[in-house]
């Protein structure tokens, strides 16, 4: 007969269920699970893992309701993006005549893009030290929080013990008190 668990010969399967039914034992003895319990979750019918593709698809597009029912099939998409015929080569000969305009009145447009990238690479490192500033910062301020909470409970634990001490030496003084006044003169 086939053992209920198999394992790799160097895994000691009865060492470790061993250990397993130790820890049990010492929870119901510190009072931590009943036997009923216990048997609840031995007696547990087992499930099978559910596979993803069985699990339902629960969340909907919410800034755009309805996107994928409207949204194109990509051969239709393919289809609509292929000119063919006279058009195609007219629309060819226009774009021809036309990109060295397009270039000249884009040029300014270029180079000031082109100027505003380089003012930002100058000002990286500058970014990058100061969200280095900012963890130190941050982590400084936690610190501090951390202390001073530290601090509070212990200035509510020594004032709690100077109450008691006040309440000994109060408790001490009606003493001394009531033993005076038993005492004869």
Same mark, same amino acid.
């Given at each position: ?78 289809? *609509? ?9 007219? %629309? &060819?000969?226009?774009?021809? +005549? @036309?990109?060295?305009? =397009? #270039? ?35 982590? *400084? ?9 530290? %601090? &509070?409970?212990?200035?509510? +634990? @020594?004032?709690?013990? =100077? #109450? ?22």
């Amino acid at each position: 007969m086939e053992p209920f668990i198999q394992a790799a010969a160097e895994i000691d399967v009865d060492e470790i269920m061993a250990a397993i039914q130790k820890k049990i034992q010492e929870k119901k003895d510190a009072g931590l699970l009943k036997q009923s319990e216990i048997d609840e979750i031995s007696e547990m019918e087992l499930q099978p893992l559910p596979d993803f593709l069985d699990i339902p698809h629960i969340y909907e597009p919410v800034l755009y309701p309805g996107f994928a029912e409207n949204m194109a099939a990509p051969e239709q998409l393919q289809e *609509a993006m292929q000119e063919t015929g006279p058009a195609k080569a007219v %629309l &060819k000969k226009v774009r021809r +005549l @036309l990109s060295p305009l =397009l #270039r000249f009145m884009n040029r300014p447009m270029y180079v000031e893009l082109k100027t505003n990238i380089l003012d930002l690479q100058k000002k990286v490192p500058i970014v990058l030290q100061s969200s280095e500033y900012i963890r130190l910062l941050h982590n *400084a301020a936690h610190n501090l929080i951390v202390e001073a909470t530290k %601090l &509070k409970t212990e200035e509510e +634990l @020594l004032k709690t013990r =100077l #109450r008691i001490l006040e309440d000994k030496v109060e408790f001490l003084e009606n003493r001394q008190r009531a033993l005076e006044k038993k005492l004869p003169s």
